[in-house]
């Protein structure tokens, strides 16, 4: 009998404690400001990125391994800055080169050209 009353002083306390916990923060904050989870990638703004930022840029090591979303971000830029360079550079060689252009716009090669001097006999 004593054990049963010990247990239900027990129940009630815990209750009772719990209830003030989760009632009692009040307006409060509880928990300090979070650090951002993210951090900047370190590549530059104001230009396109070059062989050395690449070599110096060094992301943030999570407890797994490396911060998927971080990784993600600094793909997903670096793959925007080659397919600027890439148009760039298309753009480039057709200016250069008017012939290399139409051929690959879908003017016939050299060779599946017909030949029109020829007398066919």
């Known amino acids: 009998m004593i054990v049963f009353f010990f247990l239900m002083i027990a129940l009630v306390v815990v209750v009772a404690a719990v209830t003030l916990a989760v009632i009692g923060g009040g307006s409060e904050a509880v928990l300090p400001e979070a650090e951002p989870d993210r951090v900047a990638d370190g590549l530059p703004e104001a230009r396109p990125v070059v062989r050395a930022d690449i070599d110096a840029l060094r992301l943030p090591v999570a407890p797994r391994g490396y911060r998927m979303a971080e990784v993600d971000d ?6 925007a800055e080659l397919a600027e360079r890439d148009a760039r550079i298309a753009q480039l060689t057709a200016a250069s080169f008017p ?12 060779e ?7 007398d066919e006999r």
Do not use: Y
């Open 74 to 79: 600094v793909l997903e830029r670096l793959a």
């Open 112 to 118: 599946d050209r017909v030949d029109l001097t020829k």
């Open 99 to 110: 012939a290399a252009s139409t051929a690959a716009a879908g003017a016939p090669a050299p």
